[in-house]
């Protein structure tokens, strides 16, 4: 039997010309839906946009250039971003496109006032308000937008796929740092080409600052999509809240309430770090609650159920707990900013905790805003946390210090008072002169305080240039730290390097003179401490900061700028702390 049959045979030559044309489609589609997401976010996010190119050129021209940028400069560009970010997903909702850019520009413009009248000098309370007006307008990103009733699903959504983006926006930056800084490397070692350090620090630039932020902007939810109601749930989500930090929190809870009945049983203060486990089972609970919102209001979870309904009430006793040890822990050492910001913390949990019973969890977006804002609030103006503590402090001082006293009466005050008096007293003095400047202690003495040198006052109130008597040994105390800004004149000298403790070899001779050893490159410079002491004896007039404290021998020189000993004159020995400087060759 014959049969007639047609056999097809595919033409190779055209199945790549519609594989090649498939490929060009998809380049083309990826082009231009990287153009479609470029425009959408300079038309979305113009402000913000400008502001981070401007911090990228200011990070340009702090690497390439020899210009100095003011502090204010950098603060107004960095915290400005954010600030218009959020300005901009608050006021799309109300207004239309260009409303939307002058609020955000005018917003801008007034931080920018704010900006401009910021101290010179870096005075806590200054750090702890910018930093507080940058971190609310960053976690406001998350919950601007939802700030009236009943938009809690929208609120989930939305920061929770913010969130994710950001995560993903880090990643993708990190690979591509990473992958770009190995080829540099690869280069330089396989061709020996000199790749400079700068290349990396601008590639650096261009990830983290340029394409990090952009890549972030370009995907957080447009304005539509962020008020979306429908709810999609991650199973990883799931097995992360129910199954891994659950039974986590559990056992936490567990310990601190056997902890609970020994304080009660034996009747005593509960230890300082108490605190720290019970913030973290009731930020633990709180992650927990937000995370399992979707499941509570999608299907009936008997464990989620319970925790959202009755955490807030069983972390109250563990808070009372955490209450008496914070009272403890400032009753014995006095109060501090980071003891406030923990007492403030206390409080807010006592808030929230109350608040997630009553409503049974039922508006979680208040986890959020509730801390930002008291966090704000807190952190500005006279009533914020460092203003409140210093005055504190002060109040604390003025007891001992009713008058303005010298160096040498203060000692005398200490010398009367008991070990647990004195100590308190000077960690406070040291604690407003660390954290406060010398302008905040100044008016309780009449000597003329060290400023920004919080270590070298305190050793002027133990001693300064005095003999003392310990354990029938005479010493003296040498404390020296150059001005900022002090300007040597060196001559006759070709070659330089900068020295610390850690790069000397320092020993005792036979005579027990210390001796300093350098060796660099090959050359040693060996010197004697008995110069630089004699030259600065008591009986030089100048104030510490003013003498230069150099030694010479033959071909090398050390310049001393800050040097923290003490010598003992009877061995005509000296033990060094620290030690930094230069050492010059000729």
């Not at 770009?180 to 990396?200: G, P």
């Not at 539509?224 to 809870?253: C, D, F, G, N």
């Not at 304080?263 to 486990?277: A, D, H, K, Y």
Request: net charge neutral.
């Amino acid at each position: 039997m014959q049969a007639n049959e047609s056999v097809s045979v595919p033409d190779s030559s055209s199945g790549a010309v519609v594989e090649r044309k498939q490929d060009s489609c998809a380049a083309n589609s990826f082009a231009s839906s990287m153009e479609e997401k470029l425009s959408l976010l300079v038309k979305r996010f113009p402000v913000s946009v400008l502001l981070i190119v401007g911090f990228a050129a200011l990070c340009f021209t702090a690497i390439n250039g020899r210009y100095f940028v003011s502090d204010r400069i950098w603060i107004c560009f960095a915290v400005s971003a954010l600030i218009s970010v959020a300005t901009t997903l608050f006021v799309e909702d109300i207004f239309d496109n260009i409303k939307t850019y002058v609020i955000s520009f005018f917003v801008v413009l007034l931080f920018g006032v704010y900006c401009f009248f910021l101290p010179k000098d870096s005075q806590i309370s200054k750090v702890i308000e910018v930093f507080a007006i940058g971190g609310t307008a960053f976690c406001s990103m998350l919950f601007i937008s939802f700030l009236g009733k009943n938009k809690d699903r929208a609120f989930w959504n939305f920061s929770t796929q913010t969130v994710f983006q950001m995560m993903l926006a880090c990643f993708f930056t990190g690979i591509i740092f990473g992958g770009l800084s190995l080829a540099l490397s690869a280069i330089a070692r396989l061709f020996e080409v000199w790749i400079v350090d700068k290349l990396v620090e601008n590639l650096a630039v261009i990830c983290f600052v340029l394409f990090a932020p952009l890549y972030f902007l370009a995907n957080i939810p447009n304005k539509t999509e962020k008020h979306s109601e429908e709810i999609s749930y991650s199973k990883i989500l799931k097995i992360l809240a129910l199954y891994i930090l659950t039974p986590i929190l559990a056992v936490y809870a567990v310990i601190l309430y056997v902890y609970l009945f020994k304080i009660v049983i034996t009747w005593e203060l509960p230890n300082g770090w108490v605190s720290r486990l019970v913030s973290a089972l009731t930020l633990g609970g709180l992650l927990v609650v937000t995370l399992s919102y979707p499941i509570r209001e999608q299907e009936e979870n008997k464990i989620v159920n319970f925790v959202s309904r009755w955490f807030g009430l069983l972390v109250l006793p563990l808070l009372i707990l955490m209450t008496i040890g914070i009272f403890r822990r400032i009753s014995d050492y006095g109060i501090t900013i980071n003891r406030g910001y923990v007492l403030l913390l206390n409080f807010w949990f006592y808030g929230i905790c109350i608040y997630l019973f009553l409503t049974q969890s039922r508006h979680i977006k208040w986890i959020l805003i509730s801390p930002v804002v008291v966090a704000f609030l807190t952190s500005i103006s006279a009533w914020g946390v460092a203003n409140v503590t210093q005055k504190s402090l002060i109040r604390e001082v003025k007891a001992v210090f009713d008058k303005q006293v010298s160096y040498e009466a203060a000692r005398e005050m200490f010398a009367k008072m008991t070990q647990k008096e004195k100590e308190r007293i000077k960690s406070t003095l040291q604690y407003l002169h660390k954290n406060f400047g010398e302008k905040s202690v100044q008016p309780f003495f009449t000597d003329t305080l060290p400023k920004g040198k919080y270590w070298e006052f305190m050793a002027k109130l133990s001693s300064e240039s005095v003999y003392e008597s310990d354990e029938n040994e005479i010493k003296e105390r040498i404390v020296y730290s150059a001005n900022r800004g002090k300007m040597w004149k060196i001559e006759n000298y070709s070659i330089f390097t900068k020295i610390d403790f850690f790069s000397s070899v320092i020993k005792n001779s036979e005579n027990n003179e210390v001796m300093l050893e350098f060796s660099e490159q090959g050359r040693t410079c060996s010197l004697s401490m008995k110069e630089i002491l004699s030259v600065h004896s008591v009986e030089n007039e100048k104030p510490l900061h003013e003498q230069e404290w150099i030694i010479r021998k033959n071909d090398c020189m050390v310049v001393i700028s800050v040097l923290n000993a003490t010598y003992y004159p009877e061995k005509d020995n000296i033990t060094i702390s620290s030690l930094e400087g230069y050492l010059f060759y000729k």
